[in-house]
């Protein structure tokens, strides 16, 4: 019969056998956009970024010749 070369803790063990799986995302809508979004993450809502609501990067305008 085999031998493991080092023991495994309890801890170690019992994370392997847990059944408890992550949740689905918290989603939240934006007040200003109404974009639905995951919370702590930046969105794009017509090529702008938006994170808390807030414009973080403006969309670059195509300039037509």
């Given at each position: ?8 803790s309890k801890q170690?063990?019992r ?5 408890y799986?992550?949740a689905?995302p ?8 109404g974009?639905i ?6 969105y794009f809502?017509?090529?702008n970024m ?6 973080v990067?403006?969309?670059e ?5």
């Open positions: 019969m085999a031998h493991p070369k080092s023991k495994i170690r063990k994370k392997r056998r847990t059944h799986k992550a689905t918290q989603l939240a809508t934006c007040p200003n956009t974009e979004h995951m919370y702590h993450r930046a809502v017509d090529g938006f994170y808390k609501g807030r414009m990067i403006q969309a305008e195509e300039i037509e010749e």
